[in-house]
């Protein structure tokens, strides 16, 4: 059974850092691209960022470009999200993702993900 397990989050003042890791049990890790979403309270779940099968490409959402930095480590089965710079906005349920195919701009939609680890929660306050 495959299992995604997010690690990490937490509650950290504005201005603060937070890394997210996101520990997957999937024989197919280093062929899967691995996705983080989020979900703010009474709000739709969003895209924050994906990278390719090798790491070698990398999307984020508009909202965190320059502040989270998406990586994984595939002899470790894991993708980090490193988080600096938090807002208060950023406050949500962190959710990592897993899928196969070919790296794309789809990637940045929840469709093509079969797998979704349980979340974690990330409180920024003021």
């Known amino acids: 059974q495959v299992q995604l397990v997010e690690s990490g989050g937490g509650l950290v003042q504005a201005g603060g850092s937070l890394r997210l890791s996101c520990t997957a049990s999937?024989?197919?890790?280093?062929?899967?691209?691995m996705g983080w979403f989020r979900r703010a309270p009474g709000k739709e779940r969003e895209f924050v960022a994906a990278?390719?099968?090798?790491?070698?490409?990398?999307n984020y959402a508009d909202s965190v470009k320059g502040r989270f930095t998406i990586s994984r480590d595939n002899a470790k089965t894991t993708v980090y999200l490193q988080m600096n710079s938090l807002k208060p906005e950023d406050t949500a349920i962190y959710y990592c993702?897993?899928?196969?195919?070919?790296?794309?701009?789809?990637?940045?939609?929840?469709?093509?993900?079969?797998?979704w680890g349980q979340g974690t929660q990330v409180t920024v306050s003021l």
């Open positions: 993702a897993a899928g196969s195919g070919a790296y794309g701009t789809i990637w940045l939609t929840d469709r093509p993900y079969d797998y």
């Open positions: 999937l024989r197919t890790f280093s062929s899967s691209v």
């Open positions: 990278i390719s099968r090798s790491g070698s490409y990398t």
